[in-house]
């Protein structure tokens, strides 16, 4: 299984991003899938996940980021409005089989590259 994550870049204080995490050689619908962040010097951690029907969020991102899933394209999103300087770090997408504990790191079984977010003051 691979994912690769993709639309890092750099922005502005209050601009709005979007990450994609396109995933291949597995039919990962029936999959819980995240998103992760590791700033400079910090701990990976979680960002928003989505198990089933339900999603997840950090009460750092609630209100601003919005994680969505197309099971026909093996792709999850993470849809970022209102960047804040410390939104920067590297996002990791993740996945794992079966439902839940979507801000468990160890219950992931695979992992994207990372992709580079950094927002400007």
């Known amino acids: 299984v691979q994912l690769q994550a993709s639309g890092g870049g750099l922005v502005q204080a209050g601009a709005s991003m979007r990450l994609s995490c396109a995933a291949s050689g597995r039919t990962f619908s029936r999959d819980t899938m995240g998103w992760f962040r590791q700033a400079p010097g910090k701990e990976r951690e979680f960002v928003s996940g989505?198990?089933?029907?339900?999603?997840d969020y950090a009460d750092s991102v609630k209100g601003r980021f919005t994680i969505s899933r197309d099971n026909a394209k093996s792709t999850i999103y993470l849809q970022m409005n209102n960047l804040k300087p410390e939104d920067t770090a590297v996002y990791y997408c993740?996945?794992?089989?079966?439902?839940?504990?979507?801000?468990?790191?160890?219950?992931?079984?695979?992992w994207g590259q990372g992709t580079l977010v950094t927002v400007s003051s």
């Open positions: 993740a996945g794992g089989a079966g439902y839940g504990a979507t801000r468990i790191v160890g219950r992931y079984d695979y």
């Open positions: 989505i198990s089933g029907g339900s999603t």
